[in-house]
């Protein structure tokens, strides 16, 4: 178990650029949440996927954020034309989901956006 | 609907004091509630859980938590502060029928003075 890992652990971006954040989760989780979190408040729901479906989006997400898990392993979260609003700690988490519940999140390190 | 309030951003107490950290729930099921901390440059960790077992949990650490349904509390204690207590704190909730978002108070940063 090596845990959730995410990359990069900082990116600095101009304003309209586009990035991309990966994460991958422990390797027999199969639910992976994507979170925001900025200076101050708790963990912001974005998304999340079981397996390779992805479940929920949140209603607060842009159109310029999207998120993939290909395979049901690792995920990618992209953001398009970025702005300066979408500076925060984004933070992936996993969990091993059997019905009927989802008891425990396993949170990686976080990627820091900074957009200029 | 299920939401958290952490009353308190910030709470500062001296070593070997007692920690007392406050989170409210609301919810329209009975909820499952969490305890995580963040600790500088690091990722949130599980300090503890209440899965409607015993209403007195027990974490790592030596923290604590009761759930109180009465008072829609779920407060974390810990008897006597450690300066290696000094973090973030996170209340969480989660629906136990879809277990499919968490959600987040606010957070109380915890000092601990020498």
């Known amino acids: 178990d090596t845990g959730v890992s995410q990359n990069p652990r900082h990116k600095i971006t101009k304003r309209g650029q586009n990035v991309t954040f990966r994460c991958d989760p422990i390797s027999e989780h199969n639910r992976l949440y994507w979170y925001r979190q900025t200076l101050g408040q708790g963990p912001e729901f974005l998304t999340y996927f079981q397996n390779e479906a992805q479940l929920e989006k949140s209603r607060l997400l842009s159109d310029r954020f999207s998120a993939e898990r290909p395979k049901g392993s690792f995920s990618t979260l992209e953001i398009q034309r970025t702005e300066q609003g979408d500076s925060a700690m984004y933070l992936c988490?996993?969990?091993?989901?059997?019905?009927?519940?989802?008891?425990?999140?396993?949170f990686g390190s976080g990627t820091q956006l900074s957009v200029l | 609907a299920q939401s958290v309030t952490q009353l308190g951003s910030h709470v500062s107490v001296s070593e070997g004091a007692l920690v007392l950290l406050r989170c409210n729930y609301s919810s329209s099921v009975p909820p499952y509630l969490f305890w995580y901390v963040q600790y500088p440059n690091q990722g949130l960790q599980l300090l503890l859980k209440?899965?409607?077992?015993?209403?007195l949990v027990k974490g790592i650490n030596g923290f604590e938590a009761e759930f109180k349904k009465s008072e829609t509390s779920f407060h974390l204690t810990k008897p006597s502060a450690h300066m290696s207590d000094a973090a973030e704190y996170f209340c969480?909730?989660?629906?136990?029928?879809?277990?499919?978002?968490?959600?987040f108070g606010t957070g109380t940063s915890l000092t601990v003075i020498p």
């Open positions: 209440y899965t409607s077992a015993a209403t």
């Open positions: 988490a996993s969990s091993l989901w059997r019905a009927p519940t989802n008891e425990k999140l396993f």
């Open positions: 969480a909730v989660s629906d136990p029928n879809t277990g499919n978002q968490f959600y």
